[in-house]
T-cell receptor, first 111, second 115 residues
């Protein structure tokens, strides 16, 4: 059974700091997704990582994928308050759009 | 370009009733997936449809069912509602192609409350 674990589950940090969210998964997969969710809102797609060594960056967020270690990271650089949200990683079981989700990391960035 | 549209946005039903939720994917997208989000269980996969065929189903009871129409619009139905079915139901659409077509876009969700 595919399991996806995120850590930390909660992160409070100051603006301007850097931090990393980790996403481990238990079986091989070649698709990993990162999403952002604001309170009461839907899921916003951030990144899709499709191959080992893939790295994608958008603004202050950078995601990477190591399929051999079954690990993805979401790195936040010089955090700003607007990045406060819950971040989810999800792994596509069998590459058929059956996403298995991590529990989410609630990120609070204090001004 | 219109996004994924889910209707209704909010719904209140009584235990024992049934409910139908609708999802219109992005134009040209052929894959529609459904997810349930609750504070206790997080995000859980319900089912996925492609070209009117259910390709995968999550670990939910038979009270949860769905279908997809020839225009790729999808509906999910929950019969004999229970209090535990209260959740945010999200649908996602995708081109279901390789590369950039892999990305899955979510609708705003339908918040179902069972009383």
């Amino acid at each position: 059974e595919l399991k996806v674990e995120q850590n930390p589950l909660f992160l409070s940090m100051q603006e301007g700091k850097n931090y990393t969210i980790y996403c481990n998964y238990s079986t091989t997969s070649d698709r990993l997704y990162w999403y952002r969710q604001d309170p009461g809102k839907s899921l916003e797609s951030l990144f899709v990582l499709l191959s080992n060594g893939a790295v994608k960056q958008e603004g202050r967020l950078m995601a990477s994928l190591d399929t051999k270690a079954r690990l993805s990271t979401l790195h936040i650089t010089a955090a700003v308050h607007d990045l406060s949200a819950t971040y989810f990683c999800a792994v596509d079981k069998d590459s058929n759009y059956q996403l298995i989700w991590g529990a989410g990391t609630k990120l609070i960035i204090k001004p | 370009k219109a996004g994924v549209t889910q209707t209704p946005r909010y719904l209140i039903k009584t235990r024992g009733q049934q409910v139908t939720l609708s999802c219109s994917p992005i134009s040209g997208h052929r894959s529609v997936s459904w997810y349930q989000q609750t504070p206790g269980q997080g995000l859980q996969f319900l089912f996925e449809y492609f070209s009117e065929t259910q390709r995968n189903k999550g670990n939910f009871p038979g009270r949860f069912s769905g279908r997809q129409f020839s225009n790729s619009r999808s509906e999910m139905n929950v019969s004999t509602l229970e209090l535990g079915d209260s959740a945010l139901y999200l649908c996602a659409s995708s081109l279901a192609a390789g590369g950039a077509g892999t990305e899955a876009f979510f609708g705003q969700g339908t918040r179902l409350t069972v009383v």
